[in-house]
């Protein structure tokens, strides 16, 4: 078994996240995964994932107060193994986990992902919990002054045979429930060790090997982000995909600053091995959060997050209620020529890169499709240039491109390729 | 009721922390009071200090693994209120506490002190333990982000009115048992946070206020150090005491480096306020370490300690256990001369530092008495002179001082007093 | 001779840099001076400071582009010694130097400064000029990889013999002029080095030493700020005082954030030793910088600039034209209630500072005074008290006080002293 | 015109500092150049470059004080371009310059190449030296806060118009005469500034403008090290080879060490950019450092290093004297199998790194070769295994390879390949 074959495309889906924070339901996946599977399958979209705190009870309860109440009960088996929260997951009673849900997922063609924080139970740990396959318990496990800067729910596990012991419990559950996908949080980036910011280094390893051992290919996703680039190899030989930015929201500060994350990391996409610029923040968000909004990002804003993502071959997750997509932004999700570009054989290069522009392309040497995206980073319209001598292709020889998102005309001369760009738009076409 | 008038004079006594690790019993405790009240308490010393985890069942069961046991039994009482280990500490069943303790050493002229870590026991937050005089419970007073790096006893104390009900109750029980002195640990330098080392600020000014609440003169006493200079202000205005320095052992160079932290500190004695050198790690140590052994230092190294620690003005805590002590290092620790520069009127300044060789007085204006010490920092005896021009007093009648270790004469000419001096060694006198 | 007693109080002065940059002229110098000796001198004002690049053929000629101009000419002698610009300083030439210029102070009554760099001219290194008293050359003694972050005309002076000689040579040219005071720039915090900001260290020793061996009383000025806290010791050795900001205008935040400075230094003020505030800028300004401006400060906030000044015992130096000077910010700087706070003999302490107000106290032992400012650091009036039992005075029997600037009383009962102060503005009595 | 076609394989060849330091002369360059001729071309090594400060008179003649000696002669050319020192370089008289060496080089069917400081020199500033091609001088091109740590001949050159012509005019030069290759010093990592490493960007951006603009293909290579990984981007934009170590000499930390920076560096080799290993200290080095030595490596390090600098695809220079060189070493440096696999067609990748072992592949897709190599870090000899799953070759079907140095027969069984290897060497062969 080889992890990058888990993978071989980056994934695409939905992530709960956005639209539930931690509040998310059995209905509420449910109702996505259908949606997903009506609507968006055919393009590619297909794992669904649940993310944060499943397993605590009244989770969201004390928003006002707590992202994430501490001290809080936190659903587990006898084996200090987190389990869902049965009130918002009825069909996880009786022992069942996830296993019913991931059925009805899988039912729908999909793929079933759940989200995880690094390390085990700090309850457990007090409660000194029993560990399957072992005859010491969580206590000996913890590590008790390995925490989470942002989440009270874990202890980091202690780099010991009995710690890959925990690791190999809870994924040979979820292997058992069906899961396909895990996001482990809180490792990609300690960031409450400024100083260690890879303290969870073992844990990765932990990680991959307890995957390995359970024998089912599950996708292996690192958060949060920003990923450090001095552990790309460490990343790229134990994981398939890992943040390279902290939580992306809709705003274009935020966009606009992933061009130079994408240009650090442009070297390390490969199959089984991609660099993640986290969820797509389009639609409608916010109902876990107290409130919910409509992206707040621009049409062009939209097409322009859209065409990175994809030229770049990031991951691909909606973080919004796909029920509530307008056609618009429907639309844009499901635009096959730009996701054509987002496969590994597809090698991204940003060309050039000015406070006023970007310009990238991605050349498919399998099928010899060559891609090129022009950006416009300016608050106003701009015609871009791009030299051919610049590019991987030394010249062309039509006189035209059609944009992929309106079908505009791109002009080229032989030499010099160019196009009026709207302000903070692009435009991306094949050469 | 001011925090200055707790301690006058920079404290003088015992704590078993060097000796005894975490092991520290009922009857250790009374057994260095007794040798204290009948050695040493006319020189001066007074204090008996129990240290760290004290609360801790088997504390020190498992030293090849851990300092602290993490996860282990702490005792407590229904408010969340650490309570001496019965084991241990027999007189405290029944819910007598330090009482019986505090007692007896007050029954021999001396004065109790107890070590606490900042917080509220991370035990009590997880099985929502009460508050005494409060109805919400210890998870909403503890901090889960908030951790000592070397201990995993405690959870940080938020910045709340209930966080200052904690603060008040504990100072409350330990005032009733007669506690006069208090160490907190992980709270003059939180070094689990190197951007934010003083993350505990809040906590001092809520132990600061829980004191003067009590009505008790408890002296306040922090740990660990290196303090930082930039919030000396607020060490004064709150604490009676904090260390400059991380943890001291008997090795030359920790001793030596002192010299440069007194010299950061020396504006910062004054009555009630006292930058502290750290315990006195002379005599027998480690019993509780796993193996005992003598102190590492010479003779002369063990005269400069004490010179450096009484004209600078640092409180004295002897480290060793007391009734092991031989009869030169007694001779050292109730040598009356060098202790009677040891008060916050006898103004410490270090006149000249250098590689070589460090020279230091203080003078004392309501007596006039004017000390002066020649350090000799190499490792071979040295000629050292001071001119009297550097020093506050101008210039010396006598032609010769008496050092006040040996007696030997320090020649003086009226501008220039000089002294050979051993390795390491010093010279000490009144001009 | 003891640097202590060439400023037995804080100086009070003017200095050209805020009206004039680099551009002043020996009649604004005399204008200046004039003015002083006919209008300050009588409240304590008495240094006549001439600052930056004096020495700089057509300095201030290119402000547009530089500040410093790059590579220009120095006015030099046959060793290496800057000397001043003859164009603007016509009575120098001759080889007469300031000296015509200070007996013109002098005559006033008042005393000389000037300004200088770390350092040994560039120019001087490049073209292998002399040095007095040595047979090698300004080339063997300028360091080339010791500069300054922010001009360009020096180099460092390496730590040897020869580097000793050319600062003795400098200051000796000095004293000959009849020079009273130096302020050296770029040595209090070498800020091009962010991770040796005290690399001029030795040349501090130099300086003092040069001014020793020179028999006249000079009073060195370190520049620019912040002075690093944990060399007050070094700087008290060799200096007489040193900025503890950075540059210093006529703007709130800057004035508010003073405030944790002298909480900073408090300790750290002493008869020769003066924690420096940086320069008074009241009045017009600007001039040379390209622009003429009126002070932006309140009147309130300039009151609690001066107060603050005066009871922390800073030097006072009055950075605008003083011939321009208005009769309410005349009154300020002449108000001698409140210069009469500004000596060593009172110990300035900061009894409380939030981020609301702060409470400063000075007590002079000597004389018995005890003074008192309440500040408002808000946006709106408000009321402020102190517990006499705060204070070093623990109680007070008067049943009111008056302000120093308004006269108005501040209300007492025994125990608790307060007033309402205005936003940004300051009561100050005696108590 | 392509800079990526400039070097489309790693450049090899020599480099005059390891054994000359500053004081190489023209003889010593032809001595080399003509045994690289006889004896090394046929090999693919071509490249003769002289090291740093040709242009510096006495360079060399005050070691004991100064590697670089400051404020010294620089011959320069009436446009501020350095010119080689014509005591050293005879034929440079005239006005030659190198072109009489670099055709000498070129008769031999070599290659020549320089190094340059960033910048211009200090002297032209200060002298108010012309610019080709401008009308304003030196000292408006020249930023006199920007330094070199460690060399003091030059300062930066600003980011301007005028800039850039200084840039083209000493390219153009050097283009005249004859110059293949340029190793720009501090500009890879401005070490000088370690909060702006990288500081010199536009002056690469510059080199590559005006290498452009001069028609000729020069190679650019960037000193020193580190390079900083998260301008790769902007490295392999503008320049052709970066090193990515501060300097390497012959001692095993520092080779151990280069196994993370080329697992750091691995996806950065392509054609036209080469993260850089830095020279090969093999043969005898140090003559101008004042003591010759043979290469402190073992033989089996000695072998280590070369396997490893080839098969990642680094640059390789030798640094030692040429004619010097042993037959042993010679064979080191002649081994073909070995030496083919430094081409950016065999991509390199690090299978598994710990710290007793590394285990590296490339894979030419060109040609379907794929090398491995096995790498032992620790003391003593030891058996190291590959698993072909690891690789990228699934499985073998041989069931031994030969290694490149010794022929010795490295054991396979179809999933896992092993050898003993002995202390600090390797394994090197074909699968």
């Known amino acids: 078994m080889n992890k990058n074959d ?20 059995e209905a509420d996946v449910k109702r996505n995964a259908d949606y997903m599977a009506d609507n968006l399958k055919r393009y590619g979209w297909e794992y669904v994932i649940v993310d944060i705190e499943w397993y605590a009870a009244g989770a969201g309860s004390r928003r006002n107060e707590y992202q994430y109440i501490p001290f809080s009960k936190l659903y587990m088996d006898e084996y200090s193994r987190l389990l869902p929260d049965p009130e918002r997951f009825p069909s996880s009673k009786d022992g069942n986990g996830f296993k019913p849900l991931a059925d009805y997922v ?8 759940i989200h995880i924080m690094r390390g085990i139970p700090r309850n457990a740990a007090h409660a000194h919990g029993r560990v399957l396959g072992t005859d010491i318990d969580a206590s000996d496990i913890a590590d008790p002054s390995s925490i989470c800067r942002w989440n009270p729910d874990m202890y980091g596990v202690r780099n010991t045979d009995a710690g890959q012991a925990y690791y190999d419990s809870i994924i040979s559950l979820y292997a058992d429930w069906g899961v396909d996908y895990i996001k482990c949080d809180d490792i990609c980036n300690t960031n409450m060790y400024p100083h260690d910011p890879y303290s969870g280094r073992h844990e990765i390893e932990m990680l991959a090997e307890a995957i390995e051992k ?11 982000g920003p990923a450090l680039i001095e552990h790309a190899w460490h990343y790229e030989k134990y994981a398939n995909m890992w943040r390279i930015t902290d939580d992306l929201w809709d705003q274009w500060p935020l966009l606009k600053e992933m061009f130079w994350r994408c240009e650090l990391w442009e070297k390390h996409v490969s199959r089984g091995c991609y660099p993640d610029c986290d969820m797509l923040p389009l ?9 919910e909004w409509k992206c707040n990002l621009t049409y062009d804003e939209q097409k ?11 991951p691909l997750m909606i973080g919004s209620e796909l029920p509530l997509l307008d056609r618009a932004t429907l639309k844009l999700l499901t635009n096959e020529k730009v996701l054509s570009m987002q496969t590994p054989d597809a090698k991204p290069h940003q060309i050039n890169r000015t406070d006023l522009e ?7 040497d399998k099928t010899g499709e060559h891609f090129m995206a022009l950006f416009n980073l300016t608050d106003s319209e701009r015609r871009i240039e791009v030299l051919c001598s610049e590019a991987s292709k030394k010249s062309v020889e039509q006189d035209s491109f059609k944009d992929f998102w309106t079908g ?14 709207p302000a903070h738009g692009c435009k991306v076409f094949m050469v």
């Not at 359970?214 to 949060?224: M, N």
């Not at 639609?283 to 409130?291: D, P, Q, R």
């Open 106 to 113: 899988h039912g729908k063609g999909l793929k079933f992902g």
């Open 408 to 421: 505009d005309q791109i002009e080229a001369d032989g030499e010099v390729i160019s196009a009026v760009v």
């Open 283 to 291: 639609g409608v968000m916010g109902k876990g959060f107290g409130h």
């Open 6 to 25: 888990f993978a071989p495309v980056p994934p695409m889906g939905w992530n709960s996240y956005d639209y539930y924070d931690t509040t998310v339901t």
């Open 304 to 314: 322009t997050m859209l065409t990175l993502w994809c030229i770049f071959g990031s």
């Open 214 to 224: 359970s024998g089912r290919p599950i996708v292996l996703s690192l958060s949060p």
């Open 358 to 364: 970007a310009v990238w392309e991605a050349v498919n």
